[in-house]
């Protein structure tokens, strides 16, 4: 159990090593699509395509953005 909540705080970190919004996001709405993805598929529940692409572009928005972060570096340490 402590693996697995180890692992989940992990993922809601930057490159810095700091909790991000970002990832908080990103995980949330990939939860979203996932669920209703399963929802689509294995339950018979309509989901508008338009709320699915959007679900997917967002994420795919935030690992872009991750992509081109850089990762800071303090001035003050090279002193």
Known sequence: ??????????????KNGSYSLRELVIGTL???LIISWIGQ??????????????????????TFGY???RKSTDSNKNI
Do not use: C, H
């Open 1 to 14: 159990m402590r693996d697995m909540k180890n692992f989940i705080l992990q993922l809601l970190k930057d």
């Open 30 to 32: 990939l939860l979203a």
């Open 67 to 69: 992509s081109l972060e």
């Open 41 to 62: 598929q294995f339950l018979g529940k309509d989901i508008p395509e338009a709320m699915f692409f959007t679900f997917a572009s967002l994420i795919g928005t935030g």
